[in-house]
């Protein structure tokens, strides 16, 4: 009997997905670089853990079971996990060492990315795709 491969509810993922984007913009309305650390910590805590409270307080407020809803593969959210949580950490060092450009440049990057999503294109699941891409072509020529 074959396992079912891990997968996340899609509404899940955009709750993980508003709160970058909502996170992102209080950030930089408020001033308040500190509030970056609460995606980057839930991000964090999902790849190590395999915990993200964000998702988890989410979960609580599902109409139906996780099973009846479309589901994200949970590889290509940990890989767009690892993006997002480079570029949070990035930008919310950039903020705390006065380097406002390099902090805003690294914050629109990942809240653009996380809006885009929302809207239908991941960004992440493209690059990834490339990126097996370019390994498969590259094993092809190695033989």
């Known amino acids: 009997m074959a396992t079912a491969p891990l997968s996340i509810p899609r509404p ?13 913009l209080a950030a930089w309305l408020t001033g308040e670089a500190w509030i970056l650390a609460i995606p980057l910590l839930s991000g964090v805590m999902g790849l190590f853990f395999g915990f993200n409270p964000v998702m988890h307080i989410a979960k609580m407020f599902l109409r139906k079971e ?4 479309i589901h994200e593969d949970w590889e290509q959210q940990q890989f767009n996990q690892i993006i997002a949580v480079v570029c949070l950490v990035l ?13 805003y440049v690294f914050t629109v990057m990942v809240s653009l990315s996380a809006f885009i999503a929302i809207l239908g294109f991941c960004i992440g699941c493209y690059l990834r795709f490339q990126l097996n891409q370019y390994k498969y072509r590259r094993s092809l020529d190695r033989s």
């Open 91 to 103: 930008g919310l060092s950039s903020f705390l060492l006065g380097w406002t450009f390099v902090g």
């Open 66 to 69: 996780p099973s009846e809803y």
């Open 12 to 24: 899940l993922v955009r709750t993980n997905q508003w709160s970058i984007v909502l996170s992102v």
